[in-house]
């Protein structure tokens, strides 16, 4: 869905008048409507056929279907007059891990991520919280209650328990790495009208939602 969206803007941008839709449509003519299978590189050769550019299609395969770049948002939602912007930089974050508090423990239920600070801490699955600075964590309201308590970059003293080993080490709170898509017309800033026929063309009165 993120390489098709990118595509779409990309085409929209671009192409006057050209859309994903249409070239979906173009697929179907060639391939859905007379029952014939195609490929990826039959998706390729589509892609081009309908812009009249195969090295735009043959550059976007190359980056983010072959490989794995993925799209710059930011000048792509411009277009629409829309900012893609960090949505909690000054809120504390430890992982995107799970955790379980049955039993009044806190068990890590899901292996946190590479870089982020749980994972730089050393914890991961089946480990058990007791302490973060020096404050026994019970439930996961607990864990809550010190990272509110607490601000991107503060490092902390944790204990855990691996197994039946207990262990400490330091936790070094990160900032939350969420993401959001906002309208020029929320942060203060006036779209252009090219920018608001851009986004009425691309979303229409969908764009209220």
Known sequence: AVIALALDLEIRGKYPGKTLDGYMRHMWAEH???????????????LGEYLNDAAFADDFFAKSIHGN???????LLA????????????????????????????TVSSSPA???PLYD??????????TIDGKAITSKADLG???RA????????????????????????????????VAYEDIG?????????????????????
């Open 145 to 147: 209650s010190i990272l």
């Open 79 to 106: 277009q629409a007059g829309f900012e893609l912007r960090r949505s909690g930089a000054d809120s504390a974050y430890i992982g995107n891990a799970q955790f379980d508090d049955d039993g009044g423990a806190v």
């Open 32 to 46: 859905g409507s007379v029952d014939r299978a195609y490929t990826i590189d039959d998706l390729q050769k589509g």
């Open 69 to 75: 770049a993925l799209p710059d948002f930011t000048p």
């Open 121 to 130: 801490a050393g914890l991961d699955t089946s480990d058990v919280i007791l």
């Open 189 to 209: 800033k006036t779209p252009t009208a090219e920018q608001l026929a851009f986004r009425n063309a691309w979303i229409g009165s969908d764009a209220a939602e």
């Open 150 to 181: 607490h601000k991107p970059g503060d490092t902390l003293a944790i204990t855990y328990r691996e197994r039946d080993v207990e262990r400490e080490t330091r936790l070094t709170i990160g900032s939350d790495p969420s993401i959001e898509i």
């Open 114 to 116: 590479p870089g982020t």
